[in-house]
């Protein structure tokens, strides 16, 4: 009787993942003395991946590569580039793409990672192909009454000139001139003459121990009209500032710039505090206005700092951001607590993580949040590792993940005599399974042979019992392997035995009996010959 298979097929699943960049840059600089420098960036490849992460899930089928298209359901992908006026004046500009599933609406959303596919990529691009060449200079020409410092930027032998060349004269001419000039147009021509366009008060007054600076400052150009008016105080070991900038360009309308900002460090005793806060308004970019707290407070014992920024003044009992630390030195041991939190959407984020030591024993828990419709993931055990003349620990670990059973395992070793040690373990594993771990390892070393033993039992409800026995030896001339196993009423047994008889001479024998079956292995070698 014959069996004829005419073709064999297997399939497999395959996660890959790059981390890399590709980038060429070829760089020559001139140098003549400290008046005049030259650098000349040469980028060969038209796209430059400065970096790049990209992962795939791909299904092995036979000789057959299948790309998985992942969650395409409202997935995420985005795509930005810098300023066009910025690419057009130096001819380069800085992209990044990035493209991941949104798993805020599922409920059983598999993890991140495994969710592809997603690519983060941040590459440097050329706005005009035809640049070969990128080339910075600048000048230093000095003479006894002025210092004339110049920098410059260009792009030889290209299709489109780009050029920009600010030209600042040191306190003797006390003026400041630079512009931009791209494909042969002048973008932007200012000139400043501190004299003329800048105008500035400042008064000081002090009453009580408190000192406060008022200031006042115009600056205006043809196209900028520009003023600053507000106070600097001292009190003590307090500073505060509030500032005002209002500020309009020609045919644009009137904009403001507000920032406050308070600081204060005090040192009583063992005590040490230290209060900060900070705020910024933007008529322009409300999108961009902030309010930040710092808070740190000290002692011999005790550590607390905490910051965190809000969207605005009035929100900062809702931060978007917050970042607290906390630690506490006990007689009997040490407590930490730190926590890391992000509320805006669409994606919030929440990291917790505490630690206490208590004498003997040592506690930690981690948690990190990521999408709150769905389970957290929780990190929790603790270690009890008494000193004493005889080992024991008891530990137990406990993780939970959204997709999956929650996994306790709980653990106890102790050596009941000297080099005699007896585990047990009980846990829950992801899939639900549970199992009970009965062990014993005896260390009967002598002087010329060393002899290691392990026994151990593996229970379940949801499998029979498995027995194994492994035994190790060595001396000298001879190392032996020994295991025995019991599964389902079948027995297992593995032999290994390694036998020097010269040093160039050695004899190996390998012995496995499954389930009735039995296979063996001779090696005899001898190098000599």
Same mark, same amino acid.
């Given at each position: 009787?014959?069996?004829?298979?005419?073709?064999?097929?297997?399939?497999?699943?395959?996660?890959?993942?790059?981390?890399?960049?590709?980038?060429?840059?070829?760089?020559?600089?001139?140098?003549?003395?400290?008046?005049?420098?030259?650098?000349?960036?040469?980028?060969?490849?038209?796209?430059?991946?400065?970096?790049?992460?990209?992962?795939?899930?791909?299904?092995?089928?036979?000789?057959?590569?299948?790309?998985?298209?992942?969650?395409?359901?409202?997935?995420?992908?985005?795509?930005?580039?810098?300023?066009?006026?910025?690419?057009?004046?130096?001819?380069i500009k800085l992209c990044a793409a990035y493209q991941f599933p949104n798993m805020t609406n599922l409920h059983n959303a598999p993890y991140?990672?495994?969710?592809?596919?997603?690519?983060?990529?941040?590459?440097?691009?050329?706005?005009?192909?035809?640049?070969?060449?990128y080339a910075f200079q600048y000048k230093w020409q000095k003479n006894d009454t002025a210092n004339i410092i110049g920098f410059s930027f260009?792009?030889?032998?290209?299709?489109?000139?780009?050029?920009?060349?600010?030209?600042?004269?040191?306190?003797?001419?006390?003026?400041?001139?630079?512009?931009?000039?791209?494909?042969?147009?002048?973008?932007?021509?200012?000139?400043?003459?501190?004299?003329?366009?800048?105008?500035?008060?400042?008064?000081?007054?002090?009453?009580?121990?408190?000192?406060?600076?008022?200031?006042?400052?115009?600056?205006?150009?043809?196209?900028?009209? +520009? $003023?600053? %008016?507000?106070?600097?105080?001292?009190?003590?070991?307090?500073? #505060?500032?509030? @500032?005002?900038? /209002?500020? &309009?360009?020609?045919?644009?309308?009137?904009?403001?710039?507000?920032?406050?900002?308070?600081?204060?460090?005090?040192?009583?005793?063992?005590?040490?505090?230290?209060?900060?806060?900070?705020?910024?308004?933007?008529?322009?970019?409300?999108?961009?206005?902030?309010?930040?707290?710092?808070?740190?407070?000290?002692?011999?014992?005790?550590?607390?700092?905490?910051?965190?920024?809000?969207?605005?003044?009035?929100?900062?009992?809702?931060?978007?951001?917050?970042?607290?630390?906390?630690?506490?030195?006990?007689?009997?041991?040490?407590?930490?607590?730190?926590?890391?939190?992000?509320?805006?959407?669409?994606?919030?984020?929440?990291?917790?993580?505490?630690?206490?030591?208590?004498?003997?024993?040592?506690?930690?828990?981690?948690?990190?949040?990521?999408?709150?419709? +769905? $389970?957290? %993931?929780?990190?929790?055990?603790?270690?009890?590792?008494?000193? #004493?003349?005889? @080992?024991?620990? /008891?530990? &137990?670990?406990?993780?939970?993940?959204?997709?999956?059973?929650?996994?306790?395992?709980?653990?106890?070793?102790?050596?009941?005599?000297?080099?005699?040690?007896?585990?047990?373990?009980?846990?829950?594993?992801?899939?639900?399974?549970?199992?009970?771990?009965?062990?014993?390892?005896?260390?009967?070393?002598?002087?010329?042979?060393?002899?290691?033993?392990?026994?151990?039992?593996?229970?379940?409800?949801?499998?029979?019992?498995?027995?194994?026995?492994?035994?190790?030896?060595?001396?000298?001339?001879?190392?032996?392997?020994?295991?025995?196993?019991?599964?389902?009423?079948?027995?297992?047994?593995?032999?290994?035995?390694?036998?020097?008889?010269?040093?160039?001479?050695?004899?190996?024998?390998?012995?496995?009996?499954?389930?009735?079956?039995?296979?063996?292995?001779?090696?005899?070698?001898?190098?000599?010959?």
């Open positions: 009787m014959g069996v004829v298979a005419g073709s064999l097929s297997s399939s497999a699943v395959r996660l890959s993942a790059r981390l890399y960049t590709a980038t060429a840059l070829e760089a020559k600089l001139s140098l003549r003395g400290l008046n005049v420098g030259r650098l000349d960036l040469s980028l060969p490849r038209d796209k430059q991946e400065i970096f790049a992460a990209k992962s795939e899930l791909v299904i092995l089928h036979g000789e057959r590569e299948l790309q998985q298209p992942g969650l395409n359901r409202n997935r995420i992908a985005r795509s930005t580039c810098s300023w066009t006026t910025v690419d057009r004046a130096i001819g991140f990672l495994m969710s592809g596919p997603a690519k983060y990529i941040l590459s440097l691009e050329k706005a005009d192909p035809s640049a070969k060449t260009d792009t030889p032998d290209s299709k489109y000139s780009q050029s920009s060349r600010p030209l600042p004269d040191l306190p003797h001419d006390k003026s400041l001139q630079a512009s931009l000039d791209v494909d042969g147009r002048k973008q932007f021509d200012t000139q400043c003459l501190s004299n003329d366009m800048i105008s500035s008060t400042v008064k000081v007054k002090t009453k009580g121990g408190v000192t406060q600076w008022d200031i006042t400052t115009d600056f205006q150009t043809r196209q900028l009209a +520009s $003023r600053l %008016i507000g106070y600097y105080t001292l009190n003590g070991p307090t500073h #505060g500032a509030k @500032l005002q900038l /209002d500020y &309009e360009f020609y045919r644009n309308p009137k904009q403001t710039i507000r920032l406050e900002g308070v600081y204060s460090e005090r040192v009583l005793g063992y005590r040490h505090d230290l209060y900060g806060e900070l705020s910024m308004d933007f008529t322009a970019y409300p999108g961009y206005n902030f309010y930040a707290v710092l808070r740190n407070v000290k002692t011999q014992s005790h550590i607390d700092i905490g910051f965190n920024v809000s969207a605005s003044r009035q929100q900062k009992l809702d931060p978007a951001f917050t970042v607290t630390f906390k630690r506490i030195d006990k007689l009997s041991g040490v407590k930490l607590a730190a926590e890391l939190a992000m509320t805006r959407p669409p994606r919030p984020i929440l990291m917790k993580f505490n630690f206490e030591e208590t004498g003997p024993k040592y506690s930690a828990l981690a948690v990190l949040n990521f999408n709150p419709k +769905s $389970r957290e %993931i929780v990190l929790s055990g603790y270690v009890f590792a008494p000193a #004493g003349s005889q @080992l024991y620990v /008891d530990a &137990e670990a406990n993780i939970t993940l959204p997709t999956l059973h929650p996994c306790t395992l709980r653990a106890k070793l102790h050596e009941k005599q000297p080099n005699e040690f007896q585990l047990n373990a009980v846990g829950i594993w992801f899939t639900g399974v549970d199992f009970n771990v009965d062990a014993l390892y005896q260390d009967q070393s002598k002087t010329n042979l060393a002899s290691h033993r392990v026994k151990l039992i593996l229970n379940s409800s949801h499998f029979k019992d498995i027995l194994v026995d492994a035994r190790f030896t060595q001396d000298n001339r001879q190392i032996t392997f020994i295991g025995q196993g019991e599964y389902n009423t079948a027995s297992y047994r593995a032999l290994v035995r390694h036998v020097s008889v010269a040093e160039q001479r050695f004899s190996t024998y390998g012995e496995v009996d499954a389930a009735g079956r039995a296979y063996s292995l001779t090696l005899n070698a001898d190098l000599y010959n």
